[in-house]
């Protein structure tokens, strides 16, 4: 029978060594009848003081087997959960979010409670996705979906138990595991209480600026806790990646591989394996590859979840096929007629428009006709959907006269009450009225259906309305044919400030209403850049009688936004648009002519589809057929990460598919700076080349976060400056060096960072100034954190929620730089002692059981 102490976790048993205050864990160990291995005894100390649950510095001699309990440390001793978890909610009792890390590491301990069956996998998915809100995180899913079913409990919805299993399906959330939960979160309550730690009866973020920083503090209390498992994402080729993609909207299309020849044959197969995920736009075929577009459900322009979702059929069992029709048989069904140059053709199939076009090889991206006559225009705008981010018309004379011809048009016809059944982005003629005048109709689209009433999108005008399903009215073909006059637009060149994303997840609201009062009611001139994925990308400029006022340098001025560059797909259209411009401005432009053999075969072209289109649409069961198996759905665009530790660098990074971060997409590769992920548990394969990744979060998109991150929460950190000694260049951080043995502490688990922003002195002084605010609220002593009254704790949580804050919303903010790499990597002691300048807290000898060392500062030339 194997001994109670060798089946327990060694670090438990260590700890709890540790309280009994008899010694080091070692000699006490050695004692046992069945004592653990040495090796094994000083991995695990020296484990638990990367943790913080024992002190970094150490009085006696073996400074490797040994260290003093921190608060940390014997709060984790008390708690039946994963050391990491346990460092999460005290880091939560820190930073005034307990409450969240509670359910976070609760619902971590415990078998999850999503729900994924095997048969509906995708929409399992969708529901978890929904629970992250836009945050990238696993564990944010988790304390959303505890919170929502908290939050119907508690407002007596869920009051019988059919209720409760009736909303469980509805969110594929298992009922009995979440009440499992709820349990061992009361209990945790309950054990962190004894610690003084208790959760806030009321939540204090009611309104939406203050939940956007909580939940900002809660990801970096998250990647505080997972402390080393930290891992930067890999650079995307945004030039391969625009060409394989062949320059569709990677935040709304997915690519498929290995169609079979005349494959615009199967576009309903193609469509039907496609509905769980979402409503497809449109599919384009080239070669023997095919572009997938949906619909966009929502205004928001980040990438569909629809995207995600379909990228997760490439993950299930049994693999996507088509069935297919036998080439011999296809081209006899043409006869006389000529068709195998048409067998990877390129053809576009348009479900708004019902149409299978083949698509011209020499066929612009850009239509002359459509373009503003000018670079220069002036637009009227109809609705702010975000900030840089609106819809509006042209407000030139002849752009109005069109409107209101068109107006009239519609108004002095007869018009139809729809016959058709409501569909989103069906259209029609929809009503509407300004200041309580008659109600006129105008070519709209709908967008929602909510019971007798939709919401439409006008399709000349750009904004949307709410009115009822009785009111809609057929839209006549002979309407259809002029083009819609309702634009939407893209400022350039700027991007959400850090304050910006903190405060707002993407803009705050600040922002947002700054925005809108700057751009309503006033003359506002466009400066056209590029035209990408339909949208017009503008510098946006405010016309007043002295000059015109850019507005990205009133936001950049004013800490909302910073300058950005553009994508890749924007520049090489904006060379495109120039040039056109240029000739058209010259009077050299000449239009694509097309001559009449290239025109009468793409006619020819559309005339085989349809007539093969229509064959086998009459008799399909009467031919044989085969299985074809596609390779996808996949993106270019999908994140991938390396690991930061030294023993894992050189492995390959997978993420378990359950995580919502599986199938992340990178929608900004043209921003050059690093992006984090943190992982509660790191496994390494079995050949040891593979190391996979659970329980993941992927931080905000601010520069500079990696580094502030692993700053704030190493235990020991070693600065590295270029050759002169002028800057920082990046930091070693891990638990140091042994002077004795002179080598690495705990090496496997050093990290190397090479900075990508501008780091200085006052950094280093904040950081530590963050990190002795820390160790205020969870030491030990008479002025420990069991000595402290709510009205202290209350005070010391919001003074290092503010640190925190400031700390990454630097004015003006760190300067972009190139990562350099230091000559000797992953080496310790590289820094000559007269230039070390050690930082010592103002608490005497008992900062040596505290959280957090103070870091020392590297002198710089001046």
Known sequence: MIPEMLLAPLSTVLLKVKLLDMGDP?????TALSPPNLSDIVRTVLQLKEMGALSVKSESRGQNEDGELTFLGRVLAHLPLDLYLGKMIVLGHVFGCLDECLIIAASHSLKSFFAIPSMQQIAGHRSKLAFTRGTPSDSIAFLNAFKAWHSAKKKGQLRHPKDELDWGKENFIQIKRIREVAELYEELKKRVSQFNMNVAEESQFSDYTSARKQAFILQVVIAGAYYPNYFLQVDIDEALASRELSGFNPRTTVMLRNLPPYSFLYYKQLQ?????????????????????????TSQDSGVLPEVSLALLLAHQSPAMELSVYPIEQIENCAGNRHITH???????????????CPVGV?????????????????????????????WGFQADEASLEKQRQMTADINTCTLHPLTVSLYPNLLCLAPYSEFSEQNMYYRAKILHMRGNTVEVFFLDYGNNEIVSCSSLRELPSDLLSHPFQAQEFQVTGMRPSNQSIILGNQWSSRARNRFINLVKGQSLIMSLYSILYGVMRVDLLIHSETANTSVVDLLVEEGHAVKAEESFDSKQNHEVLMSLYKDMEEGTYVPNSVSNTWSNRKK???????????????????YSRTKVRLHGPTSPHMMSFHSLRSNTLYKTVCIEKNSINSLALNENPHCSHQKMLVAGTVSVSSTGTRILLRDTSILPDIP?????????????????????????????????????????????????????????VDDITEINALRMAINHLVCEGPNGTLHLGTDRIRQLQEDCRDRLIRLFTKSPPREAI?????????????????????IVEPRGGNARAVLYQLHPVTVLNN
Not at 26 to 30: P, T
Request: net charge negative; glycine share 4%; aromatic share 10%.
């Open 272 to 296: 039907c394996l496609f509905r769980l995920c979402g409503q497809v736009k449109a599919i384009s075929f080239d070669s023997s590859r095919a572009y997938v577009e949906f619909y966009r």
């Open 604 to 622: 020819e072209e559309k005339e085989l589809i349809d007539s093969l289109l229509t064959h086998f649409s009459k008799q399909p069961q009467s």
């Open 26 to 30: 070692r000699s006490l160990l050695s």
């Open 704 to 760: 500079g976060l990696p580094a502030l991150v692993m700053m704030l929460f190493t235990p020991i950190m070693e600065l590295r400056t270029d050759e002169e000694r002028t800057c920082y260049t990046g930091a070693l951080c891990g638990l140091g060096f042994n002077s004795q043995k002179q080598e690495a502490i705990l090496l496997e688990h050093d990290i190397e960072l090479s900075f990508d922003v501008k780091i200085d």
């Open 362 to 390: 020499v066929s612009s991206t850009i239509d002359p006709a459509k373009l503003p006559p000018n670079r220069l225009f002036v637009v009227n705008i109809t609705k702010v959907v975000e900030v840089g981010h609106f």
């Open 818 to 838: 190139a990562p350099q790499l230091f000559e000797k990597l992953g080496k310790w002691n590289q820094v000559d002692p007269s230039l070390r300048m050690d």
């Open 342 to 356: 048409m067998k990877y053709s390129r053809v576009n199939v348009d479900f708004q428009s019902q149409s299978v």
